[in-house]
């Protein structure tokens, strides 16, 4: 019997969902995306199976799974802004956590029982000290957006033990970049990621960016991040999704991987990619050091590689900038 290629993606008209749409259709799955539209946008739904809801709805979640006969699920719907999160923590633990729930529930209910799930490097919280971030370490998060990835986290392991459930949480470093033919790309608002922001300068948007920290143990002094382009973390999914799908992978598994590139670029690194690939000059402001941001937080990625044979293949940081460059020119704001 042919395998269920039928994918719930839940958060797929957002940033990282809809690049992970057009990567399962070019794989041969048929995704149906599953949102709220709370920050997602409606032109970046590449699915012509579309159900507007809420995470939190059960009963229409596990609808949606019957009438499209879903065999598994992809799970984006998120808040996603740390700094929020420090303010409104218990808005995080319903949207992120308590709603995560009745997911979970509907899938037992429409008994789909394989899910892929949007985790994050801020699991890892303030370990720099150990040089590249490995899943063998602790999961120690230092604010309420990353404990409610970790809450999620162990709420899948403990799912799976006991129901069967097939999981894999993907912990993303700095996502970025854009679709290569510009149909979908970065639109957060407010825009908190450094390559919209140094890119919204260079296009006037913006008066100046401000560069935290030049002091930090790096060799120009500004902290290095691991930046990974968002087809590569689409096509992640994919790979995880075949994994998941096939028969050598163990019921009641629960697997934590790793998606970067296991090479870090700073601050002052971006910037000045930044200024070539757009051939703009902008104003740099240094600031002192936020709270909370590590020196360096750069992957290990072996286990994406030796689980999932993914490797990233378009993460060059000209290549990411350009992407992102070339979707915001094309006029849709
Ligand atoms: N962007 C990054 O750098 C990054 C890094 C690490 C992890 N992540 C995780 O990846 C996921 C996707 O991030 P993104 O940057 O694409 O964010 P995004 O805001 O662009 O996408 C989130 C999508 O989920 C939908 N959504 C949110 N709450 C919902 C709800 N209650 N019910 C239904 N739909 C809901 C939104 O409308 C949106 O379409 C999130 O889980 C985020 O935590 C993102």
């Known amino acids: 019997m042919p395998l269920n290629r039928n994918v719930l993606v839940v958060g797929g008209a ?19 995306v599953y949102d709220n539209f709370s920050s997602g946008h409606r032109d970046a739904v590449f699915s012509d199976h579309v159900v507007e809801g809420e995470l939190s709805d059960h009963a229409r979640l596990s609808r949606a799974m019957t009438d499209h006969q879903i065999g598994s699920v992809v799970h984006f719907a998120a808040l996603i802004e740390a ?7 218990l808005l995080f633990y319903r949207n992120n956590v308590a709603s995560t729930v009745s997911l979970l529930e509907a899938m037992q209910a429409a008994g789909v029982d394989r899910l892929v799930f949007s985790s994050t490097a801020a699991v890892y919280g ?42 894999i949480a993907l912990r993303y470093f700095n996502a970025s970049g854009a679709d290569a033919r510009a149909r979908t790309g970065e639109r957060h608002d407010p825009e908190t990621h450094l390559i919209p922001l140094v890119l919204q300068t260079a296009a006037g948007e913006r008066d100046q960016i401000t560069v935290f920290g030049t002091d930090y143990p790096t060799e120009d002094g500004t902290c290095i991040r691991d930046y990974i382009h968002v087809t590569d973390l689409a096509r992640g999914h994919v790979a995880a999704l075949e994994k998941l799908l096939s028969t050598d992978e163990e019921a009641g598994a629960f697997t934590p991987i790793n998606l970067g590139t296991g090479q870090g670029y700073s601050v002052s690194q971006v910037i000045e990619t930044a200024r070539r690939v757009t051939n703009r000059s902008f104003t740099v402001v240094e600031s002192d050091r936020r709270p909370g941001d590590p020196s360096a937080l750069v992957s290990d990625p072996s286990r994406a590689h030796a689980v999932l044979g993914w490797r990233a293949e378009h993460s060059s940081l000209e290549n990411i900038i350009t992407d992102a460059w070339n979707f915001m020119n094309r006029g849709i704001g």
């Open 83 to 89: 700094g929020q999160s420090v303010i409104e923590p």
């Open 126 to 167: 303030n370990q720099a000290d150990t040089g590249l971030l490995h899943e063998g370490l602790p999961v120690q998060p230092i604010n309420p957006y990353g404990q409610t990835k970790a809450a999620v986290e162990a709420m899948l392991k403990d799912t799976a033990a006991a129901s069967g459930l097939k999981a």
């Open 14 to 32: 957002g940033y990282i969902g809809s690049h992970t749409v057009l990567a399962l259709q070019e794989a041969g799955f048929n995704p149906v």
